[in-house]
């Protein structure tokens, strides 16, 4: 106490009271009584009290001040009387007796200031007494528990009936009456008061019975609620309260049932606000944690359910725990205690209090009360009443009546909404709150769905003020809040309702896909887990698409179907997904999944496509095999389901095209497998490599010829399916990004998704890419109106510069609008002026063409660099580029063939008895509109062809322009048209091919066609290798057109004659810009021709044979396919279709294990070409080795003063190598005009001159280049020797030949290297005719190095000069030809490997030396000709080579294959020649001199041949009988040749491929004796050449002859040991 006293009145203002103490004291206390809070005074005049009673201040002196404070506030006496209270309590328990006496001295003399009255209620009777204000206190204690008991415990009133039931009847009787009449509350209420004054009646138990009577009465609401009101003015306000909740707990009991009436009565009461919901809900049970552990009990009840129904249980199991769910079920029968809280609620939604129903809803779990179906059906009632005037207006479809819903009675009830706005505010909001439950009322379910209908209605026409705007956006986000929470969960809840589902659909249909897909997500994945009800149905639907999906099979498709679609009307996402993870593990389900599924809605359909687009994008799914390699099936499989499910059920495809899209924006390509699917099952356009030649045929013609003959399946009727696709892309602008999407991910899938994955994958990656680009091109090409596609297409250097678009897809996606554009045209111009003529039709054609076609021609040169156009015109580019097969040529077989096929149709037709004259009838009409059709378009495709022909008749002098050379202009024809769109597609390969003729028949200038086959055969390596499968398969479909070509013109003199012998694309002479035509000798005649083919066949043979050796994926399986699309025409030649047999069938006896996909690839290809041995040829049949004598044209000084690879090169080798064709100026003819003819002037002291080597082009070799091509040969010689090093014990005898090539390379390093390649290569001496050439090419050799054709063979003093420079080389080189020697010993039998081979040999080279040639010949290619290594067929003599070297210095470089043998025709072919060239460069008596001499040797060898042949025939008959089926037409060959009739064949430098691979080898290997006898033989010739050598012969003739003698020795010791191995391999 004391604590508390410092704080009002200090001790030091106790000690100055009278100066400064009271005053101080007297304002504290009027500041503290201006404030309205009595605490602080209570403690101010306390504090001065108990200063009183301490002693410290006098009584009198507390009183004359309490005496002013008394004054300061009326309630100042109550005040001080609480204070006094406090000090009387306190007192009395102090011992200290002044202390009390103080206190009683105070309280007496401050009398005056407090009435009694207050003191006798405050203060002790003791104390009351002591002061004199009462006389005992005993007595006034007994006085005050009277006057309370009768206060409080005498009962005065009447509550219960027996007690007064005259006046209860008489209450009874009041509120029972009849209350139709004028009786008005207001009057009963004062009988009822009258009742109460008169009969003590309780007022409380009067307001019972008046409840009692209105539960009764329940229609007079009117009448009792105004009577309780006022009543209630009489009571005091919680006693209504407490009675209702009295009678609620009366029936709280186990079995007790709350009356309905009770409860309408509450909420009528609550709803006028009698009483307050708070003050009664506590009287109400169950309590709300029984409600929430019950809640929660039920989830965990439908979680039970869920786990019983996804185990797997046997049945012992099974029938144990039906036992048990039995004995649970019998124990719920006792019934719980009403739950009061939904009675009353329900009541309040009967009546329409909504507000009072919320708040009691919102102290429940969510849907806990809607989950009580009674809530629920109320909830939905009140719903009906309060839309009604909305859906009246706008919601009643047409022609229905519906049944009116009447309004609440209730004025106080919710209003009716009578605009969307209020439906936002009032009923979306009770819809919440209604959740999944409104499943209980499908009406009220359609009437919401209409009225969001009718709303999506006006949002879609409504483009009102902004203010609308917003109020419409919030109106629908509102309405798709109301469809993921209520709609589609009570979807769920009904039982299979269909109607439900259309209805929902009819709404649905207006979103934009991609807010259904949201809403379709939330259903399938959220919307199930948050209701214990949808829990369980998840579950049994499961479980029922579980038992379905078991017994689906082809067979039962219809009553499977009839479940599914029952099933799939309130749970379309659980099934469909449970249906996709089959189909994604069984690919056999999805035909009889696709066919049950037509029992579905369009909602359910919808859901379908999004389910499908969720399981592709399922982040979770692995999108390769485990082997990184293939596509995963599971992703394989769904894309097929898309396909055959798009198709045949109207579903919308935007959101799976748009996922397509987004998974392309993303660098993600595998999803194009469904793209690919979709639209070749919806527009019937399929890709596929497989295509046979008649279905290509068939590709090109007409949209109906296609659609018959052009696919493996006839797909019919995608009518209706390509305009729904072509919809969806127009009307998602998806059409166009989807395309330059594809084009742009080609590169992106090798460079940037590519990264990581095996090579195989990104192959495939890189096809399906490609191949949907063109499947989708294709489709909108053929399905887009002129004016869609020229809208959305952009031209094509906005596509190619702006869009990166590569520039053949580019031209592939504007070519149709080319089309499009030029044919309506061309339509307008024929409107326009009606003219028939055939001329004024095609006049008209051009015209349109040259409208449409001028902005294009500017428009592709900013594609490339300018100086692209110096050899090629844009006009020509364009024109390549924008047209198709079908502008070419009319496939009128393939019109004939499908018109032949209907008439077969209508045959059976017409035979088949059992078939109804209706559908007879039908199928015969249809039969005949489609012949009809058919012939139809074949006239309009001839007509447009002939225009066609007739536009590029006038265009084709503007093409080629030629600025630089012919050689540049095919290669950039090639560049940037042929080899770009040959891998395209499969009908742009054979388009390629038809091109390219084309450009040939008519006669183009500046095309040299030969260069251009050249170019494609001679080089297949690098462009074999880059492709991926898909492209290999289109590069071998172009080869095999290009092939055919060549192998008619092959076929027959007449033909060649025909097509190509006036031709300017067979000129010779490259350089001549001009055709006259006129000059035969300038023509490529029919025999070189053959020649000429028989070199390509060999160099596609030695790059098929680098594929296979290289061991590489890509390379193998490559080359199979293109050898296997080129099949009909190529191998022709018996010894090259060896070969490749030969590596092939090693390829498959390697990959069998290995890599299976390349062993089946080896398998299928060597069965096709075993089956094709009897189409082959030997080579003598294929090309003769003499060509006609009139054509004795200068041999080819192919490639250039270095070009003249002759001798070295087989007879098949092209001789076309017009090569100078680099940019080799005036200047430069000059210079070589003096070279050659100073080279004649020298030509006898050849001997002496140093080996200058000069590139095949005519210009000096540049340093570099030299450079290049030793660093390459020394790499290749690496290569070879290591290659030999493996191969040497198993080569076969004609490896061995190879081998021998191979190892004298060093030995000619430093002579032409082109030459020289080729000479490794290409000569492989067999025979003894070879052997006599041999010594003419020696002699030759001389010859030609002073002249700087540097033929392949060395002279032998050019070598022995090599061999002084190169001490260390020429050691190695004697060891090699020591090896190589007894190689021949043992398996070569008398042949010359170090002299130029022929390239007869039907083995293409091991890889090193196959990789040193490629690099030979890229580099020739590059600067020179494209015919890739001249040759000529025989070398000719002196006066030939003379003349081509002048015909050299006149720059027209001929390459020409010829042999000549007879004098006279040389001499009148170099007279000839010298007619046409007046600069004959020899004089006449050097001529003859030259030629004598060579006649006496070619008769002198000719004898020695002649008689080794006869030894050798003797030989064969006696040791080999059995030899091969060939031999015959060898000898009879060889015996014409002896005879003469072959004319100059005798000195022709290669054999046949009868000679060469099979007998002569067979022969070379099967006896010693032959094999010794022919390299004594080889011996003797070797010494008759140094002896017949010209006089100017030098020491180094002698020193290779010495060291050769030595080699032959050392042969023979080694003989029988290289003689076994070739035993072995034979």
């Not at 009387?88 to 009398?111: G, H, N």
């Not at 096809?767 to 020229?790: K, M, R």
């Not at 059995?1522 to 031999?1527: A, F, K, L, P, T």
Request: hydrophobic share 30%.
């Amino acid at each position: 106490m004391a604590a508390v006293t410092g704080t009002a009145l200090p001790a030091e203002w106790i000690k100055t009271w009278e100066k400064s103490g009271k005053g101080e004291f007297l304002q504290l206390c009027r500041n503290l009584c201006e404030d309205t809070a009595v605490r602080g005074i209570q403690q101010a005049l306390y504090e001065l009290a108990y200063h009183v009673v301490k002693g410290n201040l006098k009584h009198d002196q507390a009183c004359n001040v309490l005496n002013y404070i008394i004054e300061y506030r009326d309630d100042m006496p109550s005040i001080l009387a609480d204070v006094f209270c406090i000090l009387d309590i306190e007192t009395s328990c102090l011992e200290e007796k002044s202390k009390r006496d103080q206190f009683m001295q105070l309280v007496l003399a401050c009398l005056y200031l407090v009435s009694d009255t207050i003191l006798k209620e405050r203060l002790d009777p003791d104390t009351l007494e002591s002061l004199g204000l009462i006389k005992q206190s005993q007595q006034f204690n007994q006085k005050s528990v009277k006057i309370k008991t009768k206060l409080f415990y005498k009962q005065q009133k009447f509550n219960l009936l027996r007690e007064e039931n005259e006046g209860y009847a008489k209450l009874i009787a009041e509120l029972g009456q009849d209350l139709s009449g004028s009786i008005t509350s207001e009057l009963i209420l004062e009988n009822i008061k009258s009742l109460i004054g008169c009969f003590n009646l309780d007022p409380n138990r009067v307001l019972d019975i008046i409840l009692e009577v209105y539960e009764c009465r329940p229609e007079y609401d009117e009448f009792f609620v105004p009577l309780i009101e006022s009543y209630m003015y009489m009571c005091e306000p919680q006693t209504l309260c407490h009675i209702l909740g009295f009678k609620f707990k009366f029936y709280q009991e186990p079995n007790g049932e709350t009356p309905v009436s009770l409860y309408r009565v509450a909420a009528v009461l609550l709803q006028h606000n009698l009483i307050d919901l708070e003050d009664l809900y506590v009287h109400l049970l169950p309590g709300d944690n029984a409600i929430l552990e019950d809640h929660k009990r039920e989830i965990g009840e439908a979680k039970q359910i869920v786990r019983k129904l996804t185990m797997v249980v046997l049945s012992s199991e099974k029938t144990e725990e039906k036992e048990k769910e039995k004995e649970k079920e019998e124990e719920k029968t006792e019934k719980p205690p009403d739950n009061q809280k939904l009675g009353l609620l329900e009541a309040m939604l009967k009546i329409g209090d909504w507000q009072h129903a919320q708040s009691i809803m919102d102290q429940m779990p969510p849907f806990y009360a809607t989950s009580h179906k009674s809530i629920a059906v109320a909830l939905c009632q009140l719903l009906h009443v309060m839309i009604e005037p909305l859906y009246r207006r706008v919601g009643v479809p047409k022609g229905a009546k519906g049944t009116p819903v009447p309004a609440l009675q209730n004025k106080r009830a919710f209003k009716q909404v009578e605009n969307f706005e209020d439906l936002r505010k009032e009923v979306f909001n009770m819809l919440c709150y209604l959740g999944p439950h409104l499943s209980h009322d499908p009406i009220l379910f359609a009437k919401v769905v209409r009225l969001g209908k009718a709303f999506m209605k006006e949002y879609q026409t409504d483009g009102n003020k902004q203010d609308d705007k917003e109020k419409m956006e919030l109106l629908f986000s509102c309405l798709l809040s109301i469809t993921d929470q209520v709609l589609l969960p009570s979807l769920s809840l009904m039982d299979c309702n269909a109607c439900m589902s259309e209805e929902l659909w009819g709404m649905f249909k207006t979103f934009p896909y991609q807010y259904r897909y949201r809403l379709y997500g939330q259903w399938k994945n959220e919307t199930y887990n948050s209701h214990p009800l949808l829990v369980k149905v998840k579950a049994q639907t499961i479980d029922r698409a579980k038992y379905i999906m078991k017994r689906l099979t082809k067979e039962n498709v219809k009553p499977s179907g009839r479940q599914i679609g029952k099933l799939s009307h309130s749970n379309p996402t659980i099934l469909f997904d449970y249906i996709l993870s089959q189909i994604q593990k069984y690919d056999n389900l999805i035909t009889p999944v696709v066919d049950s599924l037509k029992y579905l809605t369009s909602l359910n359909y919808d859901v379908l496509a999004y389910c499908i687009i969720e399981a592709l994008a399922n982040p979770e799914k692995e999108r390769m095999k485990h082997d990184d390699t293939t596509i995963s099936s599971w992703l394989q499989s769904l894309a097929s389901f898309c396909g055959a499910v798009f198709r045949k059920y109207p579903i919308e495809l935007a959101g799976l095209l748009q996922y397509v899209a987004n998974q392309l924006k993303a660098g993600k390509s595998f999803d194009l497998l469904i793209l690919k699917e979709v639209v070749q099952k919806m527009a019937g356009i399929e890709i596929t490599e497989e295509m046979t030649m008649e279905q290509l045929e068939a590709m090109t013609g007409g949209e109906q010829l296609k659609a018959e003959g052009g696919y493996f399946g006839q797909i019919r009727n995608t009518k209706k399916s390509s305009q729904r696709l072509k919809d969806a892309l127009l009307d998602h602008d998806l059409a166009l990004p989807l395309c330059l999407l594809m084009a742009q991910q080609r590169n992106g899938v090798i460079f940037q998704e590519g990264g990581e994955k095996h090579l195989k994958l990104v192959g495939k990656l890189y096809d399906q890419c490609h191949d949907t680009l063109v499947q989708f091109g294709g489709f909108l090409a053929s399905n887009l109106s002129t004016e869609d596609y020229i809208k959305r297409v952009p031209s094509i250097d906005v596509l190619c510069n702006e869009f990166h678009t590569p520039h053949d897809a580019a031209f592939f996606l504007s070519r149709p609008m080319y089309a499009h554009h030029i044919s309506s045209k061309y339509d307008e111009l024929k409107k326009a002026e009606k003219g028939n003529k055939q001329q004024q039709k095609v006049h008209k054609y051009i015209t349109s063409c040259e409208l449409v076609m001028a902005p294009v021609h500017d428009a592709v040169i900013s594609l490339h660099l300018p100086k692209v156009w110096d050899d090629i015109s844009p006009q020509f580019y364009a024109t390549f580029w924008s047209l198709t097969m079908y502008d070419l040529a009319v496939p009128h077989t393939s019109y004939e063939r499908e018109v032949n096929k209907l008439r077969v149709q209508m045959k059976a037709i017409d035979d088949n008895q059992e078939m109804p004259p209706n559908k007879k009838k039908k199928e015969k009409e249809r039969c005949t509109a489609l012949q009809d059709k058919l012939l139809e378009e074949e006239k309009k495709q001839s007509e447009h062809v002939q225009r066609v022909l007739q536009r590029l008749k006038l265009e084709k002098d503007n093409w080629l322009l030629a600025k630089s050379t012919k050689n540049e202009t095919i290669t950039k024809f090639l560049q940037l048209c042929i080899f770009p769109r040959c891998i395209f597609s499969a009908i742009d390969a054979v388009y390629c091919a038809r091109f390219v003729e084309l450009v040939h028949q008519q006669k183009t200038p500046n095309f040299s066609t030969l260069l251009c086959y050249d170019r494609v055969f001679s080089d297949i390596i690098y462009t074999v290798a880059s492709c991926t499968e898909n492209e290999a398969s289109r590069y071998g479909r172009f080869l095999c057109c290009m092939l055919e070509t060549v192998t008619r013109w092959h076929s027959d003199r007449a033909i060649y004659e025909k097509e190509c012998g006036n031709y300017p694309g067979f000129l010779t002479i490259l350089r001549a810009t001009g055709f006259d035509g006129g000059n035969k000798a300038d023509q490529l005649d029919y025999e070189n021709f053959r020649h000429v083919v028989h070199k390509w066949h060999y160099k596609l043979t030695k790059a098929s044979v680098h594929c296979l050796e290289t061991g590489e994926y890509t390379h193998i399986r490559n080359i199979l396919i293109v050898l296997t699309k080129i099949l009909p025409w190529y191998p022709k030649v018996v010894n090259l279709g060896q070969a490749l047999e030969r590596r092939v069938h090693k390829i498959y006896q390697e990959e069998k294990e290995k890599r299976p996909d390349l062993y089946a690839l080896a398998m299928g290809y060597s069965g096709q070409l075993k089956s094709r041995k009897h189409c082959m040829v030997p080579e003598n049949d294929f090309h003769h080795k003499d060509p006609p004598t009139r054509n004795t044209v200068p041999t080819a000084v192919q490639n250039g003063p270095g070009g003249g690879g002759g001798a070295g090169l087989p007879p098949s080798a092209l001789t076309t190598n017009a090569a100078k064709l680099e940019e080799s100026t005036a200047e430069e003819t000059d210079k070589l005009k003096e070279k050659s003819q100073g080279a004649v002037k020298v030509i006898n002291k050849a001997a002496s001159t140093t080996p200058k080597v000069t590139t095949s082009n005519g210009n000096s070799s540049s340093n570099s280049k030299v450079v290049k091509e030793k660093e390459d040969k020394e790499k290749c010689g690496k290569e070879k020797e290591k290659e030999k090093k493996e191969k040497a014990p198993t080569a076969t005898p004609e490896a061995k030949m190879l081998g021998k090539d191979g190892k004298e390379k060093p030995k000619e390093e430093r002579a032409n290297k082109e030459d020289k390649a080729r000479d490794i290569k290409e000569k492989t001496p067999k025979s003894d005719k070879e052997k006599e050439k041999a010594k003419r090419e020696e002699k030759l050799s001389k010859d030609e190095k002073s002249k700087i054709i540097v033929t392949n063979i060395e002279s032998k003093s050019t070598i022995e000069k090599e061999r002084e420079k190169e001490p260390s080389r020429e050691r190695d080189v004697m060891k090699d030809m020591k090896t190589k020697e007894n190689i021949r010993g043992g398996g070569g039998g008398g042949e010359k490997a170090p002299v130029a081979g022929s390239l007869k040999s039907p083995v293409p080279r091991s890889e090193a030396s196959d990789c040193d040639r490629e690099q030979k010949r890229r580099k020739v290619d590059s600067h020179c000709s494209p015919s890739h290594s001249s040759t000529v067929k025989g070398l000719a003599p002196l006066p030939q080579v003379l003349a081509v070297s002048e015909n050299c210095a006149s720059s027209r470089l001929i390459s020409i294959h010829f042999q000549q043998d007879n004098l006279s025709e040389l001499k009148d072919s170099s007279a000839k020649h010298y007619v046409n060239h007046s600069t004959p460069t020899l004089s006449k008596s050097k001529e003859r001199e030259l030629d004598k001499k060579d006649l006496d040797k070619s008769r002198e060898r000719s004898r020695e041949r002649e008689k080794k042949e006869e030894k050798e025939r003797k030989d064969r008959k006696r040791d080999h009988s059995n030899s091969d089926r060939e031999v015959p037409q060898d000898s009879t060959k060889r015996r014409k040749e002896e005879n003469g009739t072959t004319g100059s064949s005798k000195h022709s430098k290669s054999v046949s491929p009868s000679d060469s691979p099979r007998s002569n080898e067979k022969e070379k290997n099967k006896s010693k004796s032959s094999s010794k006898e022919k390299g004594d033989s080889i011996k003797v010739e070797k010494m008759e050449k140094s002896s017949s050598g010209s006089k100017k012969e030098s020491r180094h003739d002698k020193e290779k002859s010495e060291k050769k003698e030595k080699r032959d020795s050392t042969g023979g010791k080694e003989e029988k040991k290289h003689h076994k191995s070739s035993d072995k391999h034979r």
